[in-house]
């Protein structure tokens, strides 16, 4: 069992909708990741949080919005999706930014 | 730009075998380097972690190993099962500006037959 929760396990949504992925953690950890993975693929990073503040973003597009509320939450808010942004994305958290990694089991995303 | 490169990509191999699973890296200066696994659709799941000052770590049928001034690290897996099937990855984390990053390599898709 993952102690990284991610919620929806599925989602499918339209370009026009949007939408929010949601990740939980109660370990304590004070850095929390996402990351897309395409099939086939190794995860790719896309933003990081340290202390609730973003720490890196790898130039992700506007339509993806994330949000650290606290120390235990991490949001990913979609808006106005394409189609070649169907993937499956992973949350991460670990006790600092160069402590070891804990993902989550993933948010599959369809975008139709 | 840290290069990760897993060897082989896939591997298919009987119940019982011990195997190695290869990667390389470019760039010497790592904080960790962490191997994972994924099974179809699922999360990683952490198997070992090796700090940059150390040369090896065992968990049960595991054991990873780092050397830094050949840019490789090796994961060794003693009697494969079934249950071992799963993919495979090495992630080394940079120092300085890099540290929030990991860099994977893509995997190494493994099969264990009965």
């Known amino acids: 069992d993952t102690e990284v929760t991610q919620t929806p396990k599925h989602l499918v949504m339209g370009m026009t909708n949007k939408k929010s992925l949601k990740c939980e953690q109660h370990?304590?950890?004070?850095?929390m990741y996402w990351y897309k993975q395409k099939a086939k693929k190794p995860p790719e990073l896309m933003f990081v949080?340290?202390?609730?503040?973003?720490?890196i973003n790898e130039s992700v597009p506007s339509r993806f919005s994330p949000e650290c509320p606290n120390s235990s939450l991490l949001n990913l808010h979609l808006h106005a999706l394409q189609p070649e942004d169907s993937a499956l994305y992973l949350c991460?958290?670990?006790?600092?930014?160069?402590?070891?990694?804990?993902f989550g089991n993933g948010t599959r995303l369809t975008v139709t | 730009k840290q290069e990760v490169t897993q060897i082989p990509a896939a591997l298919s191999v009987p119940e019982g075998e011990n195997l190695v699973l290869n990667c390389s890296f470019t760039?010497?200066?790592?904080?960790?380097l962490q191997w994972f696994r994924q099974d179809p659709g699922k999360g990683l799941t952490s198997l070992l972690l090796i700090q940059s000052s150390q040369r090896e770590q065992t968990s049960g049928r595991l054991n990873a190993s780092l050397d830094k001034s050949s840019g490789r690290s090796t994961l060794y897996i003693a009697a494969s099962q079934p249950g071992d099937s799963a993919t495979y990855l090495c992630a080394l984390r940079g120092r300085g500006s890099t540290l929030g990053r990991l860099y994977f390599g893509r995997g190494t898709q493994l099969t264990v037959w009965p």
């Open positions: 370990m304590g950890h004070r850095a």
């Open positions: 760039d010497s200066a790592i904080y960790n």
């Open positions: 991460a958290s670990s006790l600092l930014l160069y402590e070891p990694l804990h």
């Open positions: 949080y340290s202390y609730e503040k973003l720490s």
